[in-house]
């Protein structure tokens, strides 16, 4: 065919797309980006006054529960081997500014609500997205609401039930001459929050991969290559997010690794669908 024709076939498909009703604007498809967030905001300030209101519950339950030795790892450890059972001292968590409980209250919610409603807040995202996916992509990526969240949660529980009790255990057991371990709220807090919000984001390693590899940029080939370099990576990573304490290090270390063996055989599969696809 000669490339006039190929030009003039190109114009009318782009005419015929410009002609689509369902077809949107830029000021449309800005308009389409702020619903969805504000629709997923909105469901976070909901779950965040719903946290807040149940103060007492929350921060007894949930929050303050890993300093205390009736906590399910403590109790779990405990119940598998005597020489694995530990706890923490017995500590204060005090605040010495006068808006710092309410701050962190705040905070505490708002932390609570993204996390809850984060399978909610992925869907908005997905579906701004999967208009614009090819239906292949869109076939391809099914069921990826449902996987992101499992594994953000899963990385979420992951942080509070094992990093936070060891890394909790070690810093408050951690003494320079005659101090005691006294943390502030917002210290507290904050530690808390970098122990399972990270994590959670992690746990999202394989969804990642398979992403790279749906557009060619890694290969299953490369991945198992650079097992040694990913493996101190990931001790790395465990460093730099855990206290300076070899056994919870490892015991990251372990999980981690563990999703980057996932991550190998999710693109392994990816690559196979390919070349079926190319095959028919």
Excluded at 81 to 88: A, D, K, M, T
Excluded at 121 to 140: D, H, N, R, S, T
Excluded at 233 to 247: G, K, N, R, S, W
Aim: some cysteine.
């Amino acid at each position: 065919m000669p490339l006039d024709q190929l030009d003039v076939d190109s114009m009318e498909e782009v005419e015929k797309k410009s002609d689509d009703p369902h077809e949107m604007s830029f000021l449309d498809h800005l308009e389409e980006l702020r619903w969805h967030i504000i629709r997923a905001v909105a469901s976070i300030m909901i779950i965040a006054i719903i946290v807040f209101v149940m103060k007492n519950f929350i921060f007894e339950n949930i929050i303050f529960a890993p300093k205390h030795e009736s906590f399910a790892t403590y109790r779990f450890f405990c119940w598998l081997n005597e020489v694995l059972c530990f706890s923490p001292p017995d500590f204060n968590v005090q605040a010495f500014k006068i808006e710092e409980q309410f701050v962190s209250h705040i905070k505490v919610s708002v932390i609570l609500g993204f996390i809850v409603s984060f399978p909610y807040v992925f869907y908005e995202m997905w579906k701004f997205i999967k208009p614009g996916l090819y239906k292949k992509e869109i076939v391809a990526a099914r069921g990826i609401v449902g996987v992101c969240s499992t594994l953000f949660l899963l990385g979420v529980l992951f942080g509070y039930f094992v990093i936070t009790p060891f890394a909790l255990t070690f810093l408050t057991s951690y003494n320079l001459g005659d101090t005691i371990a006294q943390p502030t709220l917002t210290s507290y807090i904050n530690n808390l929050a970098m122990y399972t919000l990270p994590t959670g984001l992690i746990f999202e390693l394989p969804v990642v991969m398979f992403m790279l590899a749906k557009i060619g940029l890694i290969t299953a080939a490369d991945l198992k290559r650079y097992r040694k370099i990913a493996f101190v990576t990931i001790l790395i990573v465990a460093a730099i997010i855990t206290p300076p304490d070899v056994m919870t290090q490892i015991m990251i270390s372990i999980p981690l690794y563990g999703l980057y063996e996932l991550s190998i055989r999710v693109v392994a599969r990816v690559e196979k669908k390919i070349e079926e696809n190319e095959l028919t």
